[in-house]
């Protein structure tokens, strides 16, 4: 038994690396993901690479070709729309039930506090605290399963932003004012108010990204140089 969840350890280990480097954007849809560099880069066996990929895989944040070698996903405005629809779906239920008990974790406070002082950071760095409130809240109504079903969601949408980050689409005032606007009304004890503004918070945040990545593929396809960059701005 020892050894077995040791082995376990390791896959995990190498799954929340890899997960770093996607989300860091230093692993790209241009890079293939085999298990046999896998296991040269980091001196495992072929196996526990195989197993680390998989789990990336069923989070989505690895997808398999035809020919077995996995790569980032590059994604499109209908996946950023199933994403962002079904994350509405859950964070609507759990922000009724939180509003219902007046229930206000402290880590989603802190997480909004903190985003407060970013002024002046990448988007990048308004992603880590921003995903922090949001996972907060999911977690404080104490469903494990609900949990994980969240951070497999939490998972693609860090690789939306990864893949539209020189965008600077975060507006951290904005990210800031709907979160506190979301904890006031869960603290005031309505759920109707509370779903309305997750709603409208992520609604928002849907379409402008959606839009981004249309805009991204229409550049990619009609132009040889980089992108123009866009001003948006939205909370996620």
């Excluded at 989505?60 to 509405?88: C, E, M, N």
């Excluded at 918070?201 to 866009?230: I, K, N, W, Y």
Aim: aromatic share 4%.
């Amino acid at each position: 038994m020892a050894t077995r969840v040791s082995a376990l350890s390791i896959v995990d280990a190498l799954a929340a690396d890899l997960r770093d480097r996607i989300f860091r954007g230093v692993l790209t849809s241009e890079d293939p993901v085999t298990e046999t560099d896998i296991a040269r880069t980091y001196e495992v066996a072929r196996p526990t690479a195989k197993a680390a990929i998989e789990k990336l895989v069923g989070e989505g944040l690895l997808q398999r070709s035809a020919h077995k070698t996995a790569r980032v996903p590059v994604l499109g405005p209908t996946d950023v729309r199933d994403i962002y629809r079904t994350r509405q779906t859950l964070e609507a239920d759990v922000l009724a039930r939180l509003a219902q008990t007046r229930t206000v974790p402290n880590e989603a406070r802190a997480a909004n506090a903190e985003i407060a002082t970013l002024e002046g950071h990448s988007t990048l760095e308004i992603v880590e605290p921003d995903m922090r409130f949001h996972t907060a809240l999911v977690d404080a109504v104490g469903s494990a399963r609900t949990s994980r079903m969240y951070r497999s969601l939490v998972g693609e949408v860090r690789l939306c932003m990864v893949q539209v980050w020189g965008k600077q689409l975060l507006d951290r005032k904005a990210i800031h004012a709907e979160h506190q606007g979301i904890l006031d009304a869960i603290e005031a004890g309505d759920p109707a108010l509370a779903v309305k503004r997750i709603d409208l918070h992520l609604s928002g945040v849907r379409e402008r990204l959606a839009a981004s990545f249309a805009d991204q593929a229409t550049s990619s396809a009609g132009q040889t140089g980089p992108p123009a960059e866009q001003s948006a701005s939205f909370a996620g």
